[in-house]
């Protein structure tokens, strides 16, 4: 059973902040949501858990299993068990989906141990088919002219056949119709086991009545400000996140990092002006 | 010689310094190869150092149907190397016009292709001379219905300069031209092409489309694309684009958040670029031999053979 640990994760792109000390742990089993309003920080800490390059670092620590990833490669990062479903996945020309898919799987694979072709088909037209992919989607190019839905689809499609520890979902149910997203629901749900640790980033309570949290983060500004049971999601979904908001006193416009300093006057003081940019 | 593997000598392979091969439906006369009858051939034509002509004309004659594979390599001529490709009334013509390596730098191609009434031509175009090189080709559409599909890939490599100019011009109605050009430059290697669609008053329902894609493997290498349409007619349909580009880090992002290494996983990015160019190659070895030459220019000869597992 894997487990992640994030902890006091500050994370910058281009000089500014934007993970502010998140802690986290995720173990094989457990199922976390990651709540929150735009722009603070949700997909950034999934890209930045796999080791995007465009994002820096300033300090705190992720480890799996006890062991420190920051220094490790993205692909290193996959093969130890870390898996991204991305929020918009990327098309690759040329690449079949199933050279794509088999590729991904024999890199796991150790020094003398090779892919049973025979069986691998078998497996991919099994996951294919239970996300009612269509029997042409192993020699088409890998998400090019795939449906936003379908995409996702292919997401959890590799997903399936990866078999990660640890599993980022960052907004896989953005593109999917209602039947689609019961699908894929569906199918993470199946996933489930002690020996994978899910983490879902979702705006929308309906994922979550397919995929049940075992704990809900609401993340606001780039760190986790509360976390909780089921009951946070109905909230959110009611009244959104102002109330959140004033119970912790976080005014939009207070936020440090988003605030220039302005000079007034020649003189060695400093003011900063609430509210200008 | 590994042409010799590829294609063993039979009645359907010649070099041209050679006598040709009592082909039925193949004649030359005065430097001109000319084809005719409506069967199907599939021929190939290897063209080396001990060509002597500076002209080379093929004539398909009225509803001939050919698949021609012509192979340039071991060129040592430091002169213009002309083609000419008369295609009569509706015949159907596929070309697999190919440049290998070594060629002299000093060497440049020049072609021309003249179409009569519905006749299509289909144009494959490999540069890989690992060399600088100069192709220039016009293309008359003079018959109505004519059209030409013209896919090329070149590859610039170490300081090379390759520079291919292109021109299509519709000189009858309902004329149709397609032209798809992919460069690659490594290195410091230089691309520079020029594709021009010239679509006279008058030549109404005619259609042009031109689409670039260029990819810059090398820090300091470059590629320069000016896609041009001259059109002086109202009733025609045209576009042109050129797209450059450096491989998308969020691409690269995307396979090794899969497993893949950085090293595969951007040999998988270039060889998708190319399979629209290697896919229409009809000769599965020429294909793979293609795929070797491209992978050693591309991505350099220490690396092994990637391979899709």
């Not at chain 1, 996702?152 to 499609?157: F, G, W």
Request: aromatic share 6%.
């Amino acid at each position: 059973m894997a487990t992640l640990e994030i902890k006091d994760l500050v994370v910058s792109v281009e000089d500014t902040l934007i993970l502010q000390g998140v802690n986290l742990t995720v173990s094989g089993g457990e199922t976390h949501a990651i709540m929150g309003p735009n722009g603070t920080g949700k997909s950034t800490l999934a890209q930045i858990v796999m080791g995007h390059p465009k994002f820096k670092v300033e300090s705190g620590d992720i480890l799996l299993d006890g062991e420190s990833i920051i220094g490790l490669s993205v692909d290193e990062r996959s093969r130890r068990g870390l898996f991204l479903a991305m929020q918009n996945p990327i098309e690759v020309p040329g690449v079949t989906n199933f050279d794509f898919v088999k590729t991904a799987v024999s890199a796991r694979l150790k020094a003398n141990e090779r892919l049973r072709i025979g069986k691998f088909i078998l497996k991919f037209e099994d996951a294919a088919k239970a996300l009612n992919m269509g029997s042409g989607l192993s020699q088409r190019y890998l998400n090019q002219g795939f449906s936003g839905g379908e995409k996702k689809r292919n997401e959890i499609l590799q997903m399936r056949l990866i078999q990660p520890k640890i599993a980022f979902l960052d907004e896989i149910d953005s593109g999917l119709d209602v039947d689609a997203l019961k699908l894929v629901g569906d199918n993470v749900s199946k996933m489930k086991s002690p020996d994978l640790g899910l983490v879902l980033i979702t705006h929308y309570e309906r994922l979550l009545d397919y995929i049940i949290p075992d704990q809900v983060h609401i993340m606001i500004r780039g760190t986790i400000v509360k976390t909780g049971g089921r009951e946070l999601i109905q909230k959110i979904d009611r009244e959104g996140y102002d109330w959140l908001k004033a119970e912790l006193g976080i005014d939009e416009l207070e936020d440090p990092s988003k605030t220039r300093q302005y000079t007034l006057g020649s003189c060695a003081t400093k003011k900063t002006i609430p509210g200008l940019r | 010689m590994f042409l010799g593997a590829l294609f063993p000598k039979d009645a359907s392979v010649w070099e041209l310094c050679d006598t040709p091969p009592k082909v039925p439906g193949v004649k030359i006369r005065d430097r001109t190869i000319a084809f005719s009858g409506k069967k199907k051939k599939e021929l190939t034509c290897l063209i080396t150092k001990e060509v002597s002509e500076n002209v080379i004309r093929f004539s398909f004659h009225k509803n001939t149907q050919v698949a021609l594979k012509i192979l340039l390599f071991d060129l040592k001529k430091e002169e213009q190397l002309q083609f000419h490709f008369r295609l009569g009334s509706g015949a159907e013509v596929t070309v697999d016009h190919i440049f290998l390596e070594p060629i002299n730098s000093k060497l440049s191609i020049e072609r021309k292709f003249r179409l009569k009434e519905n006749a299509r031509l289909t144009l494959l175009t490999g540069v890989f001379p690992n060399a600088s090189f100069l192709c220039r080709d016009d293309t008359e559409l003079i018959g109505e219905g004519a059209s030409v599909d013209y896919l090329s890939l070149a590859v610039a490599t170490k300081k090379n300069r390759i520079q291919i100019e292109e021109t299509v011009r519709h000189q009858a109605k309902q004329t149709i031209s397609k032209m798809q050009n992919f460069l690659i430059a490594t290195e410091e290697g230089l691309l520079e092409c020029i594709v021009a669609g010239v679509i006279q008053k008058g030549m109404a329902q005619s259609a042009c489309e031109q689409a670039n894609r260029g990819l810059l493997l090398g820090e300091k290498s470059s590629i320069s694309v000016d896609p041009k349409l001259l059109i002086d007619e109202y009733d025609v349909k045209a576009s042109h684009g050129a797209a450059i580009g450096r491989i998308n880090d969020d691409e690269l992002f995307y396979l090794e958040s899969r497993g893949l290494d950085e090293t595969l996983a951007k040999q998988l990015i270039v060889f998708g670029y190319l399979a629209p160019f290697l896919d229409q190659l009809a000769h599965a070895k020429l294909s793979d031999y293609l795929t070797k030459i491209v992978r050693k220019q591309v991505m350099g000869g220490a690396i092994d053979e990637p391979e899709l597992a």
